[in-house]
């Protein structure tokens, strides 16, 4: 392939701009950021969770206790209602009055369990409620963290489209100014190779950093100045300059 001398020297200029790119490129998806708000995410979703089965079991608790409470109610009322028959002396059989006291008795007895079984409940469920308040708070906090790691990572993510579309818009003007062919196979090389074109500096392909022969050397430079040369080492199109050692 031929190409004039300053048109392949213009590859060097786009594999640089190409370099930028590809480090903007590495930056946007290595943001911290994004390690941060993945991180963030994760502990806001399990939080969420465990708010959320904190709050069931509240719930359930409060349900049950409700329930309790009104057995407990049913039975002190039930005990109310024989105390008066006792205490009206209606009831005048002693059997009938021995059975009425007896049930009084079993009633408060049945009302005290009550009276526990509601405590240790209400218990329960103030535990159960500080963990719902203390799951919410962490929640809260991880979402006001996550916000403001999305918020940065915007920044960033449009700081770097910004200068990659100035990077971008140089880059095709110094595309324009390479012959087709040519252009081809640098696009070509850099997509088998990352690196499309290397400079020949000192006798070294920049690309792949090995030195060459001397025998390679005096191909070259008894080549002509047109001639697209590529280096036997990694293939990339090596651009002579005044820095190449021929």
Do not use: W
């Not at 911290?32 to 979703?45: G, H, M, T, V």
């Not at 005048?92 to 007895?109: M, N, V």
């Not at 509601?118 to 929640?139: G, H, N, P, S, Y």
Request: net charge negative; hydrophobic share 40%.
């Amino acid at each position: 392939m031929k190409a004039a001398p300053e048109a392949q020297k213009r590859l060097l200029d786009l594999a640089e701009l190409d370099s930028v790119i590809d480090r903007l490129a590495h930056r946007r998806r290595t943001l911290p950021e994004l390690a941060e708000i993945d991180e963030r995410s994760k502990a806001f979703a399990k939080l969420a969770t465990q708010a959320i089965e904190a709050d069931t079991e509240a719930s359930d608790l409060a349900r049950e206790q409700t329930k309790a409470e009104s057995d407990v109610d049913a039975v002190r009322t039930r005990a109310d209602r024989d105390q008066k028959r006792l205490d009206s002396g209606a009831v005048t059989s002693p059997r009938d009055l021995a059975s009425l006291q007896s049930e009084i008795a079993s009633l408060d007895k049945r009302q005290g369990d009550l009276e526990e079984i509601v405590l240790e409940i209400m218990e329960r469920r103030e535990a159960a409620d500080t963990k719902v308040t203390d799951l919410v708070a962490q929640r809260d906090e991880i979402a006001t963290a996550l916000a403001t790691a999305e918020d940065r990572r915007d920044t960033g993510l449009n700081e770097i489209d910004k200068e990659s579309g100035e990077v971008q818009g140089r880059r095709a003007a110094v595309s324009g100014e390479i012959p087709a062919d040519l252009l081809a196979l640098y696009e070509k090389l850099r997509d088998q190779y990352g690196v499309g074109a290397a400079m020949l500096h000192g006798g070294r392909c920049q690309g792949c950093k090995v030195a060459l022969s001397i025998a390679e050397m005096n191909r070259i430079k008894a080549a002509p100045h047109d001639e697209v040369i590529r280096c036997d080492e990694c293939r990339r199109i090596l651009v002579r300059t005044a820095e190449s050692g021929l």
